[in-house]
């Protein structure tokens, strides 16, 4: 790692990357740049990072603070822990530490795991579901799990007439004809002062006006990293989202769906496994046998994995045809009709700067490590830790799974799923669930696979079953259907989801 150009300060301050962050580490960066507080943030049970204030009396009580942590009430977090025995410990983990962009006093702010009375994690917290899913597949197959997100997001503000955009023609829009670039580089550079790896920034397709307001879609992508540092960027870079939104008086939303007909929000997650430095998706110029497995794995286990990724009723007004979102369940190269796509990853394609750029004379040589897969369900709804944390159990599934290369080879598609000519195929496709009721069905059908190696306590599967279940959208869809109003009021009522 660069630390000279890296943009967090904590890195640049102590010349080490944060996985190399000790405790002393965090006290000398805290007496030398007169940080004044310390906030603890943690996941709930509603997907929000939660906050717990300190007020810094002195370096020892600094140095206790970060070492023992504090105790908080499970109950008010989880729906599922009893208020009865409901105790929990926050203990910080150090390489998470970055400076609080939004405090008018010099604060630092670091992301915490839960602990039991007992000093153990907590089995069903998600940061440690998320751990114990990594640490089972690399038992098993010796490999790294690596993730990034795409994260949508619309920004709702009153209409503006000059430079409009075309409604669905926002991709990639440049001022002066999108309005909220400079919120979003802005936003960039506080998540990666945050520690956020970033890859790019752009406008979506989305652009939506009624009325006297208007909603513009934006996307922030992430780099590849190991799959629980992915989650714990997301989770911070969703919160200063928001609070940029707030900053500049201007709604942020993840809401899955706004207005029916207009592109929603997803959070399509991209995976990559590796052994070393070698990607394993990759076999010379071409997607290796171990890919197709993964890619099995996340096929068979698609359906169940909407109850981490799709989470509320609204999930299922952007899971439709048309939208390019996916609602069957099959796989394709570079084909955004499906519910996994493999990107392109720069396989064999080695001249195309020098073609470009005729006088250059140094060469760079890429080996398939940019190959990621795709899968494009999930939405900003997700439940982020245990959305990846089943992510990383399909992968392992499939690579255990016998006919695994037969059953990724047998929903292979080539073509454009939606057009009128495949009605046919579309059909003959296996389907998401249609709601979140469904959506727990399913997690109960393949719960004994979440469960192995004690990766998900069956408190977690138990609630979010429960939560699925509590929204009784068996027939929402049906009962929607050309109701803008009541399309609406479900919109208002998810509006802050996650």
Same mark, same amino acid.
């Given at each position: 790692?660069?630390?000279?150009?890296?943009?967090?300060?904590?890195?640049?301050?102590? !010349?080490?990357?944060?996985?190399?962050?000790?405790?002393?580490?965090?006290?000398?960066?805290?007496?030398?740049?007169?940080?004044?507080?310390?906030?603890?943030?943690?996941?709930?049970?509603?997907?929000?990072?939660?906050?717990?204030?300190?007020?810094?009396?002195?370096?020892?009580?600094?140095?206790?603070?970060?070492?023992?942590?504090?105790?908080?009430?499970?109950?008010?977090?989880?729906?599922?822990?009893?208020?009865?025995?409901?105790?929990?410990?926050?203990?910080?983990?150090?390489?998470?530490?970055?400076?609080?962009?939004?405090?008018?006093?010099?604060? #630092? %702010?670091? $992301?915490?795991?839960?602990?039991?009375?007992?000093?153990?994690?907590?089995?069903?917290?998600?940061?440690?579901?998320?751990?114990?899913?990594?640490?089972?597949?690399?038992?098993?197959?010796?490999? *790294?799990?690596?993730?990034?997100? *795409?994260?949508?997001?619309?920004?709702?503000?009153?209409?503006?007439?000059?430079?409009?955009?075309?409604?669905?023609?926002?991709?990639?829009?440049?001022?002066?004809?999108?309005?909220?670039?400079? #919120?979003?580089?802005?936003?960039?550079?506080?998540?990666?002062?945050?520690?956020? $790896?970033?890859?790019?920034?752009?406008?979506?397709?989305?652009?939506?006006?009624?009325?006297?307001?208007?909603?513009?879609?934006?996307?922030?992508?992430?780099?590849?990293?190991?799959?629980?540092?992915?989650?714990?960027?997301?989770?911070?870079?969703?919160?200063?989202?928001?609070?940029?939104?707030?900053?500049?008086?201007?709604?942020?939303?993840?809401?899955?769906?706004?207005?029916?007909?207009?592109?929603?929000?997803? #959070?399509?997650?991209?995976?990559?496994?590796?052994? !070393?430095?070698?990607?394993?998706?990759?076999?010379?110029?071409?997607?290796? %046998?171990?890919?197709?497995?993964?890619?099995?794995?996340?096929?068979?286990?698609?359906?169940?994995?909407?109850?981490?990724?799709?989470?509320?009723?609204?999930?299922?007004?952007?899971?439709?045809?048309?939208?390019?979102?996916?609602?069957?369940?099959?796989?394709?190269?570079?084909?955004?009709?499906?519910?996994?796509?493999?990107?392109?990853?720069?396989?064999?394609?080695? %001249?195309?700067?020098?073609?470009?750029?005729?006088?250059?004379?140094?060469?760079?040589?890429?080996?398939?490590?940019?190959?990621?897969?795709?899968?494009?369900?999930?939405?900003?709804?997700?439940?982020?830790?245990?959305? $990846?944390?089943?992510?990383?159990?399909?992968?392992?599934?499939?690579?255990?799974?016998?006919?695994?290369?037969?059953?990724?080879?047998?929903?292979?598609?080539?073509?454009?799923?939606?057009?009128?000519?495949?009605?046919? #195929?579309?059909?003959?496709?296996?389907?998401?669930?249609?709601?979140?009721?469904?959506?727990?069905?399913?997690?109960?059908?393949?719960?004994?696979?979440?469960?192995?190696?004690?990766?998900?306590?069956?408190?977690?599967?138990?609630?979010?079953?429960?939560?699925?279940?509590?929204?009784?959208?068996?027939?929402?869809?049906?009962?929607?259907?050309?109701?803008?109003?009541?399309?609406?009021?479900?919109? %208002?009522?998810?509006?802050?989801?996650?």
């Amino acid at each position: 790692m660069d630390v000279e150009m890296n943009p967090n300060r904590l890195v640049r301050f102590l !010349g080490k990357p944060p996985e190399e962050f000790t405790k002393r580490d965090i006290i000398r960066f805290v007496e030398e740049n007169g940080i004044e507080m310390v906030n603890f943030r943690y996941v709930g049970g509603d997907g929000r990072l939660k906050m717990l204030n300190f007020v810094i009396n002195s370096k020892e009580d600094l140095d206790m603070l970060l070492s023992v942590g504090e105790r908080v009430d499970g109950s008010s977090l989880f729906s599922y822990i009893d208020a009865a025995s409901s105790d929990l410990y926050v203990i910080p983990r150090y390489k998470t530490a970055y400076v609080n962009p939004f405090t008018s006093r010099p604060t #630092l %702010d670091l $992301l915490c795991s839960y602990y039991t009375k007992d000093g153990e994690p907590l089995p069903s917290a998600p940061e440690n579901v998320l751990r114990k899913a990594v640490e089972s597949l690399k038992a098993t197959t010796g490999m *790294e799990f690596e993730a990034l997100g *795409e994260l949508e997001y619309y920004v709702f503000s009153n209409r503006q007439k000059v430079y409009p955009t075309d409604p669905q023609k926002g991709y990639h829009e440049s001022p002066p004809f999108s309005k909220w670039e400079q #919120l979003r580089y802005e936003a960039m550079k506080t998540i990666a002062e945050s520690g956020g $790896l970033i890859k790019y920034g752009h406008t979506e397709v989305g652009f939506i006006s009624e009325g006297d307001q208007e909603m513009e879609q934006h996307e922030i992508e992430f780099q590849p990293v190991p799959v629980e540092d992915a989650a714990d960027q997301l989770v911070i870079a969703k919160s200063i989202l928001r609070m940029m939104g707030y900053k500049h008086n201007v709604p942020i939303s993840y809401a899955p769906k706004i207005v029916v007909g207009h592109a929603g929000s997803g #959070l399509h997650i991209h995976t990559r496994l590796t052994r !070393g430095e070698q990607n394993v998706l990759v076999e010379g110029d071409h997607l290796s %046998d171990t890919a197709r497995k993964v890619i099995a794995g996340y096929l068979r286990l698609a359906k169940s994995i909407t109850a981490f990724g799709n989470t509320i009723p609204l999930s299922y007004l952007r899971l439709v045809p048309h939208q390019e979102a996916p609602t069957n369940i099959c796989w394709g190269d570079r084909n955004r009709s499906t519910l996994v796509r493999v990107p392109l990853g720069w396989l064999g394609v080695n %001249d195309m700067v020098r073609h470009a750029n005729p006088q250059e004379t140094s060469d760079f040589v890429t080996q398939g490590e940019k190959q990621t897969i795709e899968f494009r369900a999930p939405d900003g709804s997700a439940s982020i830790y245990y959305l $990846l944390a089943g992510l990383v159990v399909a992968a392992k599934y499939g690579m255990e799974m016998e006919d695994a290369i037969a059953y990724a080879d047998k929903l292979y598609v080539d073509v454009n799923i939606f057009d009128d000519e495949y009605k046919q #195929l579309q059909k003959s496709l296996p389907q998401l669930p249609g709601s979140c009721w469904e959506s727990a069905q399913c997690l109960l059908d393949d719960r004994e696979i979440y469960q192995r190696d004690g990766v998900f306590s069956p408190a977690v599967i138990d609630g979010t079953v429960e939560m699925l279940r509590s929204y009784e959208d068996a027939d929402l869809s049906e009962r929607l259907y050309g109701n803008k109003a009541e399309i609406q009021k479900l919109v %208002d009522q998810y509006l802050y989801c996650a």
